[in-house]
C-alpha cells in the first residue's frame, strides 16, 4: 500500500482498541487487538496514541509502504547517543550504509568469525557447567558482551583491553535509560554515557590501528578499510560500531536464554540437540551449513517464534500512508510487532507449545518468521547473531543439558528485549556417555 492515488478513496482510521493488561502481557493484548481488528488498529502504547501493525499480511503491507513515507522514531536521546549510527540514518545515506555494512556481517565473512566465536564460548561453557548455579540471563549477557567484543571489534577474551570495553559500554547502555527527551540533559546517567561513548571510540580507533596485528577475524578489520573514503552520507564507522554492539546485545542475550530455558524443559529436544551440538564442536564448520545441524536450528527457530527478543519496532509517518485500508495520517507514531503472527495457528497449530519439529520435514518454513523484522530496517546482523547463539548453545550442550531448579521464570518483561525480571537459578547436568 502507498499515498493514496488519484480517484483512489482511503478508509477510515485503524479501529481502536483498549490497552488494558499491556504492561503485564502485551502479546495477548496485541495478538487479542488482532483477533479483533485484523492486521491493523490503534492502541495507546506508553500514553502516545500507535497505529499497531501485525500479522502476515499486515507486515507485508507496512514493508511495501515503507520506503519514504515511514521513518525509524527514535528519541532525541537514541540520536544523540548514537549519532549518525545505521538506524539514525534515512534514505540515501541509509542505503549507502547498510550496503558497505552487509559483507563484513554476512557470507563469506562468516567464516573467520568461526573460530573466533568458538575460542569465548568453549570457556564459557566450561565455566558454566563448573558454576553450581549461575543466573542464566545475567551469564547470557556476559557471553554475549565477550563475543560481541571480539567477533565485532577483535578485542581478545580475558585481555586488559577487554575489562576497558566492558565497563565503558555498561556506562554506555546505562545512559539509553536516561529519559529521552529534553530532561535527558538533567541527568548524571546521560552525561556519564556521554563520555562512554567518547571512550569507546577512543578505543575503536586503538583497534582500528591494530588491524592486520591482532584484528583478524573481526567485523571491524573488514570495515575499515569499507569505510576509507566512503561518502559522508552513510555516516562514520565509529557510529555504525556502536549500533552494531547495541543491537547485537540484549537481543542475542535474550535469544539464548529463552532457547536454554525451553530446553531445561523439554528433555527429548534437549538430548537431540546434544547430539547435533558435539558433531558441531568435531566438525565446527557445520556451523555455517544451513543443512547440517537440523535440530539445533529447529530449536533456534521455534525459541525465535515463541520469544521473539523485540516486542515492538517504531515508525514515524512522514506523509500520509493507507495501511491495511486505513488512513495513516502524517506524524503519526506507526509500530510492528515482529512476533505478533507467530502465534497464529492456521500456520503453526498449538501455536503456545515449544515444538521445534513444526520446522523439520516441511511442515512450516522458517522464513515465516518476522523476529529479525522486515523491510528498509531488516536486521543486518541475523546471519551474524544465528551463528552467535549456534556457538554458545552449541558448547554449552557439549558440556551438558541445561537444568532449572526453581524452573522456569514467572515474571516477565519484554522490553528492551525479552528477558526474565528477577535472577534464574541454572546449572548444567552432564549426560550419561550414550543417553
Ligand atoms: C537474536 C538476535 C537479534 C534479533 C532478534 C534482532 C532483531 C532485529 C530487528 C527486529 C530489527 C529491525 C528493527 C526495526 O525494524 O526498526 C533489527 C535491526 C538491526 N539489527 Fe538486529 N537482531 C538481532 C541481532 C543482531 C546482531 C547480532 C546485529 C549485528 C551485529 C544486529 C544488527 C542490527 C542492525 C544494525 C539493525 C538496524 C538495521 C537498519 O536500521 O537498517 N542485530 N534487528
Redesign the pocket.
Known sequence: MSEPGPGITVGPLPPRHPEAGFDEDPLRVLQEGHRRHGPVFRMPVDGVDTVLVGTWPGLGDLFGAERGRLE?LNTPLVHDLFGR???N?TGDG?GQ??RL?RPA?SGRALHAYVPALLEVTAPVAARWAQSGGLDLYGAARSATGAM?AR??LGIAPGSAEGAAFAGYFERFVAATGAPAGARRRASGRYWTGRVARRRLHALFARQAAAVGRDGEGS?LARLVPAFEGAPKVAGPLED?LL???I???E??A??VTWCLVELAGNRDQAVLAAADARRALREPGLLLDREELPVLRAVLAET?RLH???LL???EAVCPVTLGGHLVPAGARVA?S?SAGHFDPAVFPEPGTFRPERFLGGEVSASRL?????????????P???L??LAIVTSVLGQGLPYLPDGPPTRIRHRP?KAPVNPLPFTLVRQESGS
Open positions: 525509524v549510527a545505521l538506524f540514518l541509509h550504509a547498510r555494512l556481517l560481541s567477533v565485532l567485523v555504525h549500533a552494531l554492539l543491537a547485537a546485545r537481543t542475542t535474550s535469544l525465535l521473539a527478543p523485540n519496532s517504531m515508525r510492528y515482529p518476522w523476529a529479525f523484522g522486515g523491510g528498509a530496517h531488516a536486521c543486518l546482523g541475523r551474524l547473531a544465528e552467535m547463539a528485549a
